[in-house]
Protein backbone atom coordinates (compact mmCIF):
# COMPACT_ATOMS: atom_id res chain seq x y z
CA UNK A 1 0.00 0.00 0.00
CA UNK A 2 2.71 2.28 0.56
CA UNK A 3 4.89 2.28 -2.55
CA UNK A 4 0.87 2.81 -4.39
CA UNK A 5 0.68 6.22 -1.94
CA UNK A 6 3.89 7.18 -2.99
CA UNK A 7 3.45 6.66 -6.81
CA UNK A 8 -0.07 8.58 -6.51
CA UNK A 9 1.96 11.57 -4.64
CA UNK A 10 4.60 12.05 -7.31
CA UNK A 11 2.17 11.72 -10.18
CA UNK A 12 -0.39 14.44 -7.92
CA UNK A 13 2.70 16.63 -7.52
CA UNK A 14 3.60 16.42 -11.17
CA UNK A 15 0.48 17.85 -12.43
CA UNK A 16 0.29 20.31 -9.65
CA UNK A 17 3.94 21.71 -11.30
CA UNK A 18 2.62 21.72 -14.50
CA UNK A 19 -0.70 23.32 -13.45
CA UNK A 20 1.16 26.13 -11.25
CA UNK A 21 3.66 26.56 -13.87
CA UNK A 22 1.25 27.21 -16.98
CA UNK A 23 -0.51 29.82 -14.73
CA UNK A 24 2.91 31.56 -13.67
CA UNK A 25 4.92 31.42 -16.49
CA UNK A 26 3.81 34.89 -18.09
CA UNK A 27 4.47 36.22 -15.63
CA UNK A 28 7.62 35.24 -14.92
CA UNK A 29 8.77 36.12 -18.68
CA UNK A 30 6.98 39.47 -18.70
CA UNK A 31 8.78 40.48 -15.45
CA UNK A 32 12.03 39.77 -16.79
CA UNK A 33 11.63 41.39 -20.53
CA UNK A 34 10.44 44.30 -18.68
CA UNK A 35 13.97 44.02 -16.54
CA UNK A 36 15.73 43.94 -19.80
CA UNK A 37 14.14 46.56 -21.48
CA UNK A 38 14.93 48.66 -17.89
CA UNK A 39 18.56 47.54 -18.55
CA UNK A 40 19.03 48.22 -21.91
CA UNK A 41 17.09 52.19 -21.62
CA UNK A 42 19.61 52.77 -19.01
CA UNK A 43 22.64 52.03 -21.33
CA UNK A 44 21.10 53.97 -23.89
CA UNK A 45 20.97 56.82 -21.67
CA UNK A 46 24.25 56.36 -20.01
CA UNK A 47 25.93 55.91 -23.86
CA UNK A 48 24.78 59.42 -25.57
CA UNK A 49 26.40 62.23 -24.38
CA UNK A 50 24.83 65.52 -24.76
CA UNK A 51 26.77 67.22 -27.55
CA UNK A 52 27.90 70.94 -26.92
CA UNK A 53 27.26 71.17 -30.60
CA UNK A 54 23.60 72.86 -31.62
CA UNK A 55 21.81 71.00 -34.25
CA UNK A 56 22.78 71.73 -37.69
CA UNK A 57 26.16 72.75 -37.21
CA UNK A 58 28.76 71.16 -38.99
CA UNK A 59 32.33 70.48 -36.95
CA UNK A 60 35.13 68.91 -39.15
CA UNK A 61 37.84 67.22 -36.65
CA UNK A 62 40.63 66.54 -38.85
CA UNK A 63 42.72 68.60 -41.37
CA UNK A 64 42.61 67.55 -44.90
CA UNK A 65 46.01 65.07 -45.85
CA UNK A 66 48.54 67.26 -47.18
CA UNK A 67 49.14 66.81 -50.60
CA UNK A 68 52.47 65.25 -50.27
CA UNK A 69 51.31 62.47 -48.86
CA UNK A 70 48.45 62.12 -52.10
CA UNK A 71 51.14 62.99 -54.82
CA UNK A 72 53.27 60.06 -53.77
CA UNK A 73 54.01 57.55 -56.71
CA UNK A 74 53.43 54.12 -56.37
CA UNK A 75 53.57 52.27 -59.43
CA UNK A 76 53.08 52.70 -63.27
CA UNK A 77 49.33 52.15 -64.46
CA UNK A 78 49.11 49.36 -66.94
CA UNK A 79 45.74 48.74 -69.01
CA UNK A 80 45.83 44.96 -69.96
CA UNK A 81 43.42 43.69 -72.68
CA UNK A 82 41.66 40.04 -72.95
CA UNK A 83 43.45 37.41 -75.31
CA UNK A 84 40.90 34.98 -76.94
Request: no cysteine; proline share 5%.
Given at each position: ???IK???YIVFFMYAFKFLAKLFT???IKK???KMQEKAEAQFRNQSPKSP???GETII???PAKAAKASKKV???VDFEEID
Open positions: MGLTILPFLVANVKEDKAGEY
